[in-house]
Every structure is written in C-alpha cells, then in structure tokens.
C-alpha cells in the first residue's frame, strides 16, 4: 500500500494490530463480510421461478427483427444479381463501344 521505507508503514500497521487485539477488526469484518441471509416468513410468497413463456416478447422481437433482416439482405442479394444480369446481357446483346459507352455515361449519371 506505501512504498519501501515509507514512515506510515509503522503507524499503520501498528494499528491494524490495535484493532486486531481489541476486537474493532473482527467486528468491522463481520459487519461486511459475513452472509446474512434473511430467511423468508413461512406465509411470505416466494418468488416465482422464470419459465419460458415469460419470455414471449422478447422471442416476438428477436423473430421479426431477424425475419426482417432476413427480408432486406434476399432483395440486396437479388438487386446485385439484376445489376450483373443487365450488364451481361449489354455486353451480349450489343457491340462493345456502345456498352461502353453507357457503363461510363451511367457511373456518372448515378453521382
């Protein structure tokens, strides 16, 4: 707790050992380390235990939320897949300069 040397180690652990002889320190450790567990009346309800359907809403959000996501992620997946069908079927379907052409026009047009 101090450094080496320190002139308070004496002091304090001179009254550490004050405390230890006449009792203060036992007590001060039982005050606040001890369990004191209150023990319920014999009329008093306990508490109840958690069970699952307890749980129904949370399981409500988790499942929409997730179903939600879900939802989201298939139509990005599926407008990515769009985007490479039409430019594949450009540069098939057309001569080169022009798909081109419009790849470029379209990158700018889309800032």
Known sequence: MFQKGSPLVEDVSREIARMRLDGTLGSLESKWFDNHLLVP???STMPQALKLNRFGGLFIISGVTSIFALIISVLYILREKMEV??????LVGRNLMSTVKYLLFRNVMQK
Not at 85 to 90: E, K, Y
């Open 41 to 43: 009346a014999r009329n």
């Open 85 to 90: 069908h039409n430019i594949i079927s450009l």
